[in-house]
């Protein structure tokens, strides 16, 4: 066995073996190719065109080496690519492949774009979408020889135009006209030397006068202006004049500051004037009808305000007439007469004046003269209201009103509590809301005209 190991042949042999698994190992590590131990799997895409392309050409993702092009073939009149890419490289549903130019000779290498990290991979044998390929010597080329082809057009067109003009394109028209131009005016030179002459003759017998009428009268003017302002800028200094003791007099600057303020405050307050505008309906428990009422509240002041409003209400207006009859000298009896207008609308037409949290109010209220009081609690939030009104047949209305919030409010009440008829007292409830001057403020800004 000693001899056997200690031969020739066999240091031989063994050396080649070694020389062999050295050559293969350097073989797989420069290999194009996927490894052969990490596994490889296939993918394909479609191109119209696989210029650039070779087999056996690496296949980068991020610019490193995931796998090579394996086949190149022609299926259906494109170019169908079939790559292999190393088991470990995720290949996911939204990947897709891009042809990059490499270098100005035309090659191109082929990039795997990834997909999104949280989509499952893609199964080997799978197709691959294409992207839009970048730009390569072969596409430059191309555009190079549209934008040549495009000049040779431009200069045929100028050619064809400076002979003289081509009607059928707008250069040759232009270059018609100009020259039917630059004829007239000939013409039109020729014809009116004289006349031509005559007009700068004219002109320059015009500047002759102008040139003399600035040198001789006009500076004397301006001469006898500045000394006129410096007069009256002395005469200012001096205090004299209106205008001189306007300037110098405190005393009328104190008066002039005192008339300016009092105008600001005139105008203040009218920038302070507060307008309301009110819109509610109330529902009658005794007729079952609604009652809406229309109304603009005008606020100069915190301690007083005017009310007008229109009140549409379903039992309309009313009219009494009485007439005298007597039957043969007997006795004077007196009839009454009413008469009903359902559809007439009510005014009411207020002022009112606030003493704290009691507000008082009177004047006409439902085409009747009467009075009312206000009393606000929690802040003005809650407000109870009488309203005293037709003297001659009373009537009394009482009613809460709650504001739920800026703008819209609650209230509930009784009307014609004094009524002589029981079915004309009615329980009432209904929802209003009103807008002030921020409000109309704003929806003025965002109407446009």
């Given amino acids: 066995m000693a001899t056997l190991f200690g031969s020739p042949e066999f240091k031989v042999g063994f050396l080649v073996v070694v020389v062999s698994a050295l050559v293969a190992v350097m073989a797989l590590k420069v290999a194009e190719g996927p490894g052969l131990l990490r596994g490889q799997k296939e993918f394909y895409f479609r191109a119209d065109s696989a210029g650039g392309l070779v087999e056996n050409s690496a296949v980068r993702m991020a610019g490193i080496k995931v796998g090579v092009i394996k086949d190149i073939v022609l299926e259906d009149g494109r170019a169908k690519v079939v790559v292999s890419i190393d088991r470990d490289a995720r290949i996911t549903q939204s990947s897709n492949v891009e042809m990059k130019a490499q270098g100005i000779l035309g090659d191109k290498v082929i990039e795997v774009l990834p997909g999104r990290s949280d989509e499952p991979e893609l199964s080997p044998g799978s197709e691959l979408k294409m992207s839009t390929s970048r730009g390569s010597l072969e596409d430059v080329m191309t555009d190079l020889s549209k934008v040549a082809k495009s000049m040779n057009q431009l200069m045929d067109t100028l050619n064809e135009a400076s002979k003289g003009g081509d009607d059928s394109t707008s250069i040759g028209r232009i ?13 039109v030179t020729a014809e009116n030397k004289e006349r031509i002459s005559e007009i700068m003759a004219r002109v320059h017998n015009l500047s002759k006068n102008i040139d ?10 301006v001469d006898r202006s500045l000394r006129n302002i410096e007069e009256v800028t002395a005469r200012l200094a001096k205090g004299e004049g209106t205008l001189g003791r306007l300037i110098n007099d405190d005393r009328t600057v104190d008066e002039l500051n005192s008339a300016i303020t009092n105008v600001n405050k005139f105008l203040g307050g009218a920038e302070k004037l507060e307008t309301t ?3 509610h309906s109330e529902f009658l428990s005794g007729p079952s009808q609604t009652k809406s009422y229309l109304g603009v509240k005008i606020q100069p002041g915190l301690d007083r305000f005017y009310e007008i409003a229109v009140i549409d209400d379903p039992e309309g207006t009313k009219r009494s ?5 007597s039957t043969n000298n007997g006795p004077v009896t007196t009839q009454q007469e009413t008469t009903y207008y359902r559809n007439k609308l009510k005014l009411t037409a207020l002022f009112a004046k606030n003493f704290w949290d009691l507000t008082v109010k009177g004047g006409i209220i439902e085409n009747s003269g009467g ?10 939030r ?9 003297f001659e047949d009373l009537q009394v209305r009482a009613f ?33 809301l009103f807008i002030t001057n921020d409000d109309l403020k704003l929806l003025a800004s965002k109407v446009s005209f």
């Fill in 400 to 432: 809460a009103r709650y504001n739920f919030f800026k703008g819209v409010y609650m209230v509930a009440g009784g009307d014609n509590l004094l009524g002589a008829e029981s079915e004309k007292s009615s329980a009432f409830i209904g929802a209003g």
């Fill in 212 to 221: 003399t009428y600035i040198s001789e009268e006009s500076l004397a003017r």
């Fill in 371 to 380: 009075v009312g009081f206000d009393y606000h609690l929690f802040d003005k």
């Fill in 277 to 279: 505008i009110d819109f």
């Fill in 321 to 325: 007439t009485y007439s005298e009859l």
């Fill in 382 to 390: 809650l407000r109870l209201s009488a309203e005293f009104f037709n």
């Fill in 175 to 187: 270059i018609r006209n100009l020259e039917s131009l630059s004829s007239d005016l000939k013409d």
